[in-house]
């Protein structure tokens, strides 16, 4: 059973840094799999940010958070940071981890269809 849990998500002044976890806790190996994450924006739908493989280290980003946000392999085993900074109110949401069990994070690749298990999300708002 893959089990995702992020964190470090909270309230930011608008500006400001966070550094959100995903941990895969049961003990599924991410080795050939590929971690995205996604933000669902209230009243919107949800949006992939960014992916980064743990087979070849490929890693892609959405056009619109290009710059601001950084995905990475944690020094953990089956553990990704995503450190997002600059932020703004409208970053304010829910923000996923999944699994996508391709081994390549591509362009195409953030497709929440892509993604077979998720978190159950952290919140994060940016407000002052």
């Known amino acids: 059973q893959v089990e995702l849990v992020e964190s470090g998500g909270g309230l930011v002044q608008p500006g400001g840094s966070l550094r959100l976890s995903c941990v895969e806790a049961?003990?599924?190996?991410?080795?050939?799999?590929?971690v995205g994450w996604f933000r669902q924006a209230p009243g919107k739908e949800r949006e992939g940010l960014s992916c980064i493989s743990f087979s070849d280290g490929s890693i892609n980003y959405q056009d619109s958070v290009k710059g601001r946000i950084t995905t990475s392999r944690a020094g953990a085993p089956n553990m990704v940071y995503l450190q997002m900074n600059s932020l703004k109110p409208e970053d304010t949401g829910v923000y996923y981890c999944a699994i996508d069990r391709r081994r390549r994070c591509g362009p195409g690749s953030l497709g929440e269809e892509r993604y077979d298990y998720w978190g159950q999300g952290t919140q994060v708002t940016v407000s002052s």
């Open positions: 049961s003990g599924f190996a991410l080795n050939d799999y590929v």
